[in-house]
Every structure is written in structure tokens, then in C-alpha cells.
């Protein structure tokens, strides 16, 4: 079965430094991989996705992902925290597309 | 282009009691999900629709929770009795098909506490 793990529940940077958030997948082939943010009292929002190509994806914000397949990893990037980033990240993992399974989570907290 | 509504945002309840949330997805998007969002954790799937037909129900717990979207617009999820452990937010998303190439779309949740 597919699963995500998020190794870090909780991730502090100071505005201005560079982020990176950890995501780990299982998926048996060629995985469909997304990154939404939740910001308090929203919806989840789609930060970007991966499907078979380039492993370099481009999203909103400045955020981009890198897919490894021999690392079974898609770690989420920005250069330069803004407070307004300041929300949970959620990496996720898709047969085909239509049914997500979520990792737990990344709680980022932005020090001004 | 209006989002994922959902309805109430918030419901307290006692154990037992039923309780009913409402979702209008976006327009034309013809597959519809719930998930569920026990505090701290990630969404996990109860069912999602195509069109009026439910594809996939395995995690909804048939004993006490039901779906329907019976137009194949708007969906409504039902608790029958509910118990402390269903306190979570439970998320309505759509999109356009149910291809690979699909964005999901959320509504911002209604958030259950079950005392």
C-alpha cells in the first residue's frame, strides 16, 4: 500500500532563510507526488505537483520539489521565508490521481 | 470561480447524537471527496464519488456513517452516533475528472468535537 512519512512534525526558521521540509513515499512504480499547505481555519491548497518527468517542480510562493527515486523522497524547498508561510505543509503520494494518502504533516513556525 | 463550500464549520455534540455535514462542490467538477482530519494528523479518505455513484467507500465506517450526493452535485455525510473518537475535521474536495492529472480542490472543513 502507498504511504508518506514526514519525519519532522514541527520546523522553526528564521524570515528570510532558506527551508527545506522532508517528505518519504512508498509506492510500488512510478509515484504521483503533491505538496498542499493548510493555513489555520482553511482548506488544504495545492502547492505543486509531480507527475512522471522533469524532478524538479516549480509551484506557488516560490516553493519547489525535488523527486528522487533512489532516495523514495520529495523534499519541498524554498530560498527565502516569508512570515505569510507560516502553516502546515502536507506531502502526498497518488495512484493515478484520484485517491490521496497524506503524510502527518510539517507545522512550519516562521521566527520574524 | 466560487470554492469547495461546506456547512456548519463547527459542531459540538454529545455522544449518540447524529449530525450531518453539507458540501457544494465546484461547478462541473464531477468527482467529490470526504476526508477525515483527526487533530495533528493528515486528511484520510471516507469516500469519494463520480458523478452520483460511489467509487470507493472502504474507509467509510458503514456502520454509523453514510454518503450520498445524489444529483451528482451536492453531498451531504452523515454520523448516526457519533463517538468521541470521530472528533476530527472532515473535509469535502472535487475535482474536474477523476484523472491522474487532477488538482483537488478543498473546502475549508467542518470541525466536529464530539463530548
Known amino acids: 500500500a502507498q504511504s508518506v512519512t514526514q519525519p519532522d512534525a514541527r520546523v522553526t526558521v528564521s524570515e528570510g532563510a532558506s527551508l527545506q521540509l522532508r517528505c518519504k513515499y512508498s509506492y510500488f512504480g512510478t509515484p504521483y507526488l503533491f505538496w498542499y499547505v493548510q493555513y489555520p481555519r482553511q482548506g488544504l491548497q495545492l502547492l505543486l505537483k509531480?507527475?512522471?518527468?522533469?524532478?524538479v517542480v516549480q509551484g506557488v510562493n516560490g516553493f519547489e520539489a525535488e523527486f528522487s527515486k533512489s532516495n523514495s523522497s520529495f523534499h519541498l524547498r524554498k530560498a527565502s521565508v516569508h512570515w505569510s508561510d507560516w502553516a502546515v505543509y502536507f506531502c502526498a503520494v497518488s495512484d493515478m490521481g484520484y485517491k490521496l494518502t497524506f503524510g502527518t504533516g510539517t507545522s512550519l513556525l516562521v521566527d520574524p | 470561480e466560487a470554492g469547495v463550500t461546506q456547512s456548519p464549520r463547527y459542531a459540538v455534540l454529545q455522544e449518540g447524537q447524529a449530525v450531518s455535514f453539507w458540501c457544494d462542490p465546484i461547478?462541473?467538477?464531477?468527482?467529490l471527496y470526504w476526508y477525515q482530519q483527526p487533530r495533528d494528523q493528515g486528511p484520510q479518505l471516507l469516500v469519494y464519488f463520480r458523478d452520483e455513484a460511489v467509487i470507493d467507500n472502504s474507509q467509510l465506517p458503514s456502520d454509523r456513517f453514510s454518503a450520498v450526493r445524489p444529483k451528482g452535485t451536492n453531498s451531504t455525510l452523515k454520523i448516526q452516533s457519533a463517538k468521541q473518537g470521530d472528533t476530527a475535521t472532515y473535509l469535502c474536495?472535487?475535482?474536474?475528472?477523476?484523472?491522474?492529472?487532477?488538482?483537488?480542490?478543498f473546502g475549508a472543513g467542518t470541525r466536529l468535537s464530539v463530548l
Open positions: 474536495a472535487s475535482s474536474r475528472d477523476w484523472t491522474s492529472q487532477n488538482t483537488l480542490y
Open positions: 509531480y507527475y512522471p518527468g522533469d524532478p
Open positions: 461547478s462541473g467538477h464531477d468527482t
